[in-house]
């Protein structure tokens, strides 16, 4: 349950990379947040980074208190995310305090130690590592709440530091720690390792958050780079790329322009391909982040690209979504699109529309494979098909479609062309075109953001999103991890 929002809350950069789009631009201000969840789901790593962002990039300094790990094993395992607590703490900004030998029978002696030091760096920062572990110093239950509600009013409302308590919630078990520690806290983070089609998926649920209306309460994240939050497209938006990088293909492969994906896929994209691409029906941006970046790569590099758009998609639409990418003379000579109906009524038709009738796929695709041919004699180079599937079942119907199937693998294997075939897994001839392909990737949409996975090869889920970098911008791949 999320806090009223019609008051107006103080925040804090939470320093984890797309939190903030979720929750109003930040943590409420000295506020007290539960950070809950099984062993290993990573809540170390959002704490850790939660920390030394806010000393590196925001001037705040932080304490650690740890009952669980000692001070030697936690920095080794934070310089692998490039989190360097051994630096900060010799530049007086950081105080890591090894609390896994403490066994008080009272509560006076830990807050001590830890209030001084919040004190002493005048840190606006602090994170208890874990909560489960120092209730087990005490002897009785009320000790638990004392310091609980000590730390809230001395610690985070005296001194304006932002606290994060952990909570371990063992395997098995809804209830986090004691049962009591989410009702005096300001906010309830939880995280969950869970497994989607088979791969590692790692999910943030915000329980609550005072003051602060969470429309989208949970988002898929990764511990790749430290910890990262994948907000949903509807809040990121789809951002307009300034120019795509140019990604030479080589002797023996294409490029698909996008980089990450050619280290994933090592060199399979090769003449002959017939790949697939399948979007999940609740996806509805592929083409901007996922097939617009590889015509833009071959035709910026003197290749023939032919499309038979997806359901939806017009030619019209295709030409001017790559005019700022690709310049017009390049559009006119080597890309073709097919259209079944007259665009642009009353005007002549454009030299890159293929019109087709629907009434024969066998008339209709002897054209198409006619324009290919066209296309490689012309550049001197394999061309790039793009065929929409679902297009082609919708046209002439599941048996028609079969009857063009073989001789259409046939022709991208005997002159060494380039396919990708693009279907929505509600028609029918997918599960042929699973068998023959080459690549099958997938698109997802998971908690709202955008996700591609590969079938053949098999790869991890991979966050689609766009960088850019001195005007030239890229589709970037993380992995869940």
């Not at 000295?30 to 000393?55: C, D, E, H, M, Q």
Request: proline share 5%; hydrophobic share 40%.
């Amino acid at each position: 349950m999320n806090g009223d929002s019609s008051m107006v809350v103080r925040r804090v950069l939470s320093g984890i990379d797309g939190l903030d789009a979720i929750i109003e631009g930040g943590l409420p201000e000295a506020g007290l947040f539960l950070l809950a969840g099984n062993p290993g789901t990573g809540k170390t790593v959002f704490s850790a980074k939660f920390l030394y962002r806010g000393i590196v990039d925001y001037g705040e300094n932080g304490v650690y208190v740890s009952f669980a790990e000692n001070k030697r094993a936690f920095y080794e395992m934070m310089n692998r995310f490039g989190f360097n607590f051994e630096r900060l703490e010799g530049e007086g900004r950081f105080k890591f305090l090894d609390m896994v030998s403490v066994r008080e029978e009272g509560i006076s002696p830990i807050l001590k130690v830890i209030l001084g030091e919040v004190e002493r760096l005048e840190a606006k920062r602090l994170v208890i590592d874990s909560f489960s572990a120092m209730a087990q110093t005490f002897k009785e239950p009320i000790d638990v709440r004392i310091i609980l509600h000590t730390v809230l009013s001395r610690i985070t409302r005296q001194t304006g530091c932002t606290t994060l308590i952990i909570v371990e919630v063992p395997f098995g078990e809804e209830r986090m720690g004691l049962g009591i520690e989410e009702f005096v806290a300001d906010g309830v983070l939880y995280l969950q390792r869970d497994e989607f089609d088979e791969m590692l998926l790692r999910e943030l649920t915000i329980l609550k958050l005072r003051g602060t209306k969470v429309p989208y309460p949970k988002a898929a994240f990764t511990l790749e780079g430290g910890f990262q939050v994948f907000p949903p497209i509807i809040l990121e938006g789809i951002e307009e790329p300034k120019s795509y990088e140019i990604i030479p293909h080589s002797e023996d492969c294409f490029s698909t322009g996008i980089k990450d994906l050619d280290d994933i896929l090592k060199g399979m994209v090769r003449r002959g391909n017939y790949d697939l691409l399948e979007v999940e029906r609740d996806v509805a941006f592929p083409l901007e982040r996922m097939i617009r970046p590889v015509v833009c790569n071959f035709l910026n590099q003197g290749y023939g690209v032919v499309i038979l758009p997806p359901a939806g998609i017009t030619a019209l639409t295709i030409r001017d979504s790559l005019r700022p990418y690709v310049d017009d003379e390049t559009l006119k000579q080597n890309l073709r699109v097919v259209s079944y109906r007259v665009e642009g009524e009353g005007k002549p038709r454009e030299e890159f529309i293929i019109p087709l009738t629907g009434a024969s796929i066998e008339k209709d695709f002897t054209k198409f494979w006619e324009v290919c041919s066209g296309l490689k004699e012309k550049t001197g180079k394999p061309v790039l098909s793009i065929v929409g599937y679902d297009t082609v079942e919708y046209t002439y119907g599941e048996m028609e479609a079969l009857k063009i199937l073989g001789e259409d693998l046939a022709r991208i294997r005997n002159f060494g062309d380039l396919r990708l075939n693009i279907i929505r897994p509600t028609i029918q001839v997918a599960d042929q075109l699973r068998a023959l392909a080459n690549i099958h990737m997938k698109v997802n949409q998971i908690d709202g953001a955008l996700f591609l996975h590969g079938i053949k090869p098999r790869t991890p889920l991979l966050n689609v999103s766009i960088a850019t970098e001195k005007g030239v911008s890229r589709v970037k791949l993380t992995p869940i991890t």
